[in-house]
């Protein structure tokens, strides 16, 4: 009788030990599956900077090249606005290294304005003066172009520069950047500089009915090869095919070197 009893509640035991186990893997269980719902959450705070929907921007190779594919609609734009197609043309030269910045190809942001109070749209998180800030995002660059124009013509800081002349890209350098526009001091001279070498003016004057002034033709006969160079940039710029310039300076491969001399002629 007594073996019958100790059986008994050897048994009792294994099964309270088998619940209480049971139980524990349920607990378990559902830990894990709290844990993966607190870990989806910060995914869908991401996603709300993510850059959908927007046109990829075809590859522009030369400055040259992003002038004429963007010099009417910043004269479009000066006609609306009275912003200097020049100024618009330089600082989107400037801004998205003639679009091919990072900034640009992600998000054809060309003029590297950024969120700021009452943005609504699509945005993107980029470095600039400080690592991760907030920089909209455009569908397509001329989108981009005309949200640069209302965003100067609709901030206070901005309106002493509609007192200018519409042909004073000097007056309209400097006062961008008494405005605040970018940080970097040397921000007026290095739009100026882009005007001036590359001719930006003439749109200004265009859009007014004013005489343009005629570009001198130089006669190159060779050039010295500087940082960024490529044959193809140097065919670009001179009117003469890859091959021919290879032809000319005797080249077996596509390989420059800088202060290397080409021969144009």
């Known amino acids: 009788?007594?073996?019958?009893?100790?059986?008994?509640?050897?048994?009792?035991?294994?099964?309270?030990a088998s619940c209480k186990s049971?139980?524990?893997?349920?607990?378990?269980?559902?830990?894990?599956r709290t844990e993966v719902v607190v870990e989806i959450e910060p995914a869908k705070e991401r996603e709300r900077v993510v850059v959908k929907n927007v046109v990829k921007p075809?590859?522009?190779?030369?400055?040259?090249?992003?002038?004429?594919?963007?010099?009417?609609?910043?004269?479009?734009?000066?006609r609306i606005y009275k912003i200097p197609a020049s100024i618009t043309l330089a600082q989107g030269i400037l801004e998205s290294s003639s679009g091919k910045s990072l900034l640009t190809l992600?998000?054809?942001?060309?003029?590297?304005?950024?969120?700021?109070?009452?943005?609504?749209?699509?945005?993107?998180?980029?470095?600039?003066?400080?690592?991760?800030e907030c920089f909209r995002v455009y569908k397509d660059p001329?989108?981009?172009?005309?949200?640069?124009?209302?965003?100067?013509?609709?901030?206070?800081r901005y309106n002493n520069l509609f007192e200018l002349d519409s042909d004073d890209y000097v007056?309209?350098?400097?006062?961008?950047?008494?405005?605040?526009?970018?940080?970097?001091?040397?921000y007026p001279a290095k739009l100026i500089a882009l005007i001036e070498k590359y001719n930006l003016y003439n749109y200004d004057l265009e859009v007014l009915g004013k005489p343009v002034k005629k570009k001198k033709k130089i006669?190159?006969?060779?050039?010295v090869v500087v940082k960024g160079d490529t044959l193809y940039s140097l065919s670009k710029k001179y009117g003469l095919s890859v091959a021919k310039l290879k032809q000319i300076n005797g080249l077996k491969s596509n390989n420059i070197g800088i202060g290397q001399t080409i021969m144009l002629k």
């Open 22 to 32: 049971k139980k524990k893997a349920t607990y378990y269980s559902s830990k894990k």
């Open 219 to 223: 006669k190159h006969h060779n050039h």
């Open 106 to 132: 992600r998000s054809n942001n060309h003029f590297g304005i950024k969120c700021h109070k009452g943005w609504t749209g699509m945005k993107t998180l980029h470095d600039d003066d400080e690592k991760g």
């Open 1 to 16: 009788m007594k073996l019958k009893y100790i059986l008994i509640c050897l048994l009792t035991i294994g099964l309270f």
């Open 142 to 156: 001329k989108t981009s172009f005309e949200d640069h124009s209302k965003f100067l013509t609709t901030r206070s």
């Open 171 to 186: 007056g309209w350098a400097e006062g961008l950047s008494k405005a605040g526009y970018a940080t970097d001091r040397r």
């Open 58 to 78: 075809k590859v522009i190779n030369s400055t040259e090249e992003y002038i004429e594919k963007f010099k009417d609609i910043s004269m479009r734009e000066m």
